[in-house]
């Protein structure tokens, strides 16, 4: 496997263990790590291809002061924004585009099928009703985006990567969307969208798209 793969396959489900139970050090440890990770990810790149890099990391950072701070869907454990979230984001982003071209297209192609009648049925019972709306979006980016292999691998990827942190307690989701009052699970299903949503910013802010991300991420080894 990609070494740089292999590293934030690591650094991701540790460094959040890490977090919940290093003690008083456990977050600075994180924030460190993901930060010389992220770092030395981007000093290998050339200067065209750090470009959305960088912006993913600026877009990642304004949403989870969006998402988090400012409407509240969810809530770290120590009611902060830990440093290592936002290039932990582009980190999980670069990861999921690896994998992308390396998963066999039938197992792809099961996710919309798979993710539709999860979503469906806890839609159905209330349980997730924020759910309906982000399954939509990342619905349309599948049929319509650029990169709907992107798209369904980072859906489960995202979805592992919360089940994984609200079942530790680095963050959990609220139980009642604020300002809708619309009832949501700890995740909710469909939260793999936002990362939907972020390649379409990425591709908006740099011309070419998040896409150019891949063929740095074969150079940095």
Not at 114 to 138: K, Q, T
Not at 193 to 204: G, I, S
Request: charged content about 15%.
């Amino acid at each position: 496997m990609h070494r740089l793969a292999l590293q934030i396959l690591l650094a991701i489900p540790l460094g959040l263990a890490l977090d919940q139970f290093g003690g008083r050090a456990g977050q600075p440890l994180v924030d460190l790590w993901v930060a010389l990770l992220f770092g030395w990810m981007l000093w290998k790149e050339t200067g065209m291809r750090r470009a959305p890099m960088l912006a993913c990391l600026v877009i990642a950072t304004l949403g989870e002061c969006v998402l988090a701070l400012v409407w509240g869907l969810y809530d770290y454990r120590l009611g902060n924004l830990p440093l290592f979230v936002p290039p932990g984001h582009v980190l999980l982003f670069w990861l999921g585009m690896y994998l992308a071209d390396r998963l066999p297209e039938a197992l792809l192609a099961r996710v919309p099928v798979v993710a539709g009648l999860a979503v469906g049925a806890s839609v159905a019972f209330r349980h997730d009703m924020l759910s309906a709306p982000l399954f939509a979006i990342y619905l349309v980016c599948w049929r319509f985006g650029p990169a709907p292999r992107l798209y369904s691998t980072m859906f489960v990827l995202a979805l592992a990567m919360e089940f994984w942190g609200t079942g530790l307690g680095n963050w959990a989701w609220r139980g009642t969307v604020p300002l809708l009052g619309w009832p949501s699970t700890n995740p909710p299903l469909a939260a793999g969208a936002f990362y939907c949503v972020l390649d379409l910013l990425v591709q908006a802010v740099c011309g070419r798209g998040s896409r150019d991300l891949r063929p740095a991420a074969e150079s940095a080894r």
